[in-house]
């Protein structure tokens, strides 16, 4: 029953930012994990970053002192801060409820 409506991809040079939202409506945001996935051409969807309902944080490898994952339950949202993006981060980005529902994805491209 959840949906879940994303915002703040688009083009961005290497070195510069992005902020990714993902707002939920429903139910049932507070107490289920939320999760940002991604998928370059050619490659399989993988887990970026994940955050559980108590603020625990995990990270691919990857990304790791580059993005941050955060969630703020009074706005039933989830974001992602990416920072110093290189070419490589060029994919398209999902949000993922913890029920197994996916938000529409949104771009991200890293380019000259």
């Known amino acids: 029953q959840v949906q879940l409506v994303e915002s703040g991809g688009g083009l961005v040079q290497p070195g510069g930012s992005l902020r990714l939202s993902c707002a939920a409506s429903g139910s049932r945001f507070k107490n289920f994990p939320m999760g940002w996935y991604r998928q370059a051409p050619g490659k399989q969807r993988e887990l970026v970053a994940a955050?559980?309902?108590?603020?625990?944080?995990n990270y691919a490898d990857s990304v790791k002192g580059r993005f941050t994952i955060s969630r703020d339950n009074a706005k039933n949202t989830v974001y992602l801060q990416m920072n110093s993006l290189k070419p490589e981060d060029t994919a398209v980005y999902y949000c993922r409820h913890g029920t197994g529902t996916w938000g529409q994805g949104t771009q991200v491209t890293v380019s000259l």
């Open positions: 955050i559980t309902s108590g603020g625990s944080t």
